[in-house]
């Protein structure tokens, strides 16, 4: 009996010990040492605790600087104010607090490096105002510094996004892309650009077994992740499903936006497939348009051989592009050139100069790229 009280008191003597290490631990100077999100990390040789910043101000009546939001203490972060792209309701605003719609188009400049870099000037000469950045963690910061400073020479915009992780249903890899933008190297390209950039998380995360609540559960710590870096601008966030489910959105597009503490999110729907009837099309617009939520349409393709392609793509470009105008909706098609033969037939270019009649459809019809663009206000 003895020796039980005796082994009881011991093992009450190590989780009292513990407990107190546990609130005797400082709290941490960055989210960053917390890879893992178990909201410890490890920083000065020892553990720290990862206090999460509140969403709101009216969690610190006292203004202490402390809060309580979700049973937990905060931090009061005092806001930054943006320096880039913002949205408001339903509209993206450039850095100036006008309006922005995008008229862009998709460039590989992760597979094609030197040929995307030098057809920036012929893009931008059709009225492109946005380049949608493909990109891999692989890339170097420095590259991608020079090629956003490019694109600002063309007098265009950019979204930059990640491919590595296509079609995963695995939170460790948009986690894992989400700590590639929080790399101190890599933010510091983003804040040098950051009056004429967005950042897009993550290229089509989520094949067709991903739903819609388990996309918002995932996308959260990866905006938190952006955030507690100090990256202030837009942050674009690709539907479920190959980006073809406009669902996600329209179901939690405010849960992750309420989440956001800068409510800067803008949803992005890639249009192939799933969008072969128009009514769809009208109706995921609209839908966003009613809900004040923001829309881009990230990715489309056309109606090729009748939908006899490897997409199982018959949507109707062209009316696309009309109800993008009608709503005020930014549209990037897909893509420069580059792509591999099942997938040729989305080529804009032909050798990187010549103009494809996908080309010809997505800058020079009727509410094409060169008839509708409008360069960013910053520029």
């Given at each position: 009996m003895k020796q039980y009280l005796k082994r009881l008191l011991i093992a009450g003597a190590i989780v009292l010990s513990a407990a107190g290490?546990?609130?005797?631990?400082?709290?941490?100077?960055?989210?960053?040492?917390?890879?893992?999100g178990d909201g410890w990390g490890w920083e000065n040789n020892q553990s720290?605790?990862?206090v999460p910043n509140c969403a709101s101000a009216a969690s610190d009546p006292d203004g202490d600087g402390w809060g309580w939001e979700n049973n937990q203490s905060c931090k009061v972060v005092a806001q930054v104010a943006a320096k880039g792209f913002s949205v408001s309701g339903s509209v993206l605003k450039d850095a100036n607090g006008n309006a922005f719609i995008a008229r862009g188009v998709n460039n590989p400049h992760a597979w094609y490096d030197t040929q995307a870099?030098?057809?920036?000037?012929?893009?931008?000469?059709?009225?492109?105002?946005?380049?949608?950045?493909?990109?891999?963690?692989?890339g170097s910061p420095s590259r991608l510094d020079q090629i956003l400073t490019a694109i600002e020479a063309q007098k265009m915009v950019s979204i930059v996004e990640l491919h590595d992780g296509t079609g995963?249903?695995?939170?460790?890899?948009?986690?894992?892309?989400?700590?590639?933008?929080a790399r101190a190297d890599v933010v510091a390209i983003l804040k040098k650009h950051e009056r004429t950039i967005?950042?897009?998380?993550?290229?089509?995360w989520g094949d067709n077994n991903m739903g819609a609540l388990q996309w918002r559960d995932a996308y959260m710590q990866p905006i938190t992740t952006l955030r507690n870096a100090g990256l202030t601008t837009t942050i674009v966030i690709d539907s479920p499903k190959w980006g073809q489910d406009a669902?996600?959105?329209?179901?939690?597009?405010?849960?992750?936006l309420n989440h956001d503490p800068r409510h800067n999110l803008l949803f992005s729907v890639h249009a192939y497939g799933s969008f072969n009837n128009s009514n769809d099309i009208y109706n995921m617009m609209n839908n966003y348009k009613s809900n004040n939520l923001p829309l881009l349409i990230g990715e489309f393709g056309y109606n090729y051989h009748n939908g006899n392609n490897n997409l199982g793509s018959k949507v109707d470009a062209p009316l696309l592009m009309q109800y993008a105008q009608q709503f005020g909706i930014g549209y990037v098609a897909w893509s420069t050139?580059?792509?591999?033969?099942?997938?040729?037939?989305?080529?804009l270019l032909t050798n990187w100069s010549g103009t494809t009649s996908w080309g010809n459809t997505v800058w020079y019809s009727q509410y094409g790229i060169s008839n509708t663009a409008v360069k960013a206000s910053i520029y």
């Open positions: 290490q546990a609130l005797a631990a400082p709290n941490c100077a960055s989210a960053a040492s917390d890879p893992d720290c605790k990862v870099y030098d057809v920036l000037a012929n893009l931008a000469g059709r009225k492109t105002n946005l380049i949608r950045v493909v990109w891999t963690m692989s995963s249903n695995d939170t460790t890899v948009l986690q894992n892309m989400a700590n590639y933008w967005m950042v897009n998380i993550a290229n089509e669902s996600g959105g329209l179901l939690y597009g405010w849960d992750l050139a580059g792509n591999d033969a099942g997938n040729a037939w989305l080529d």
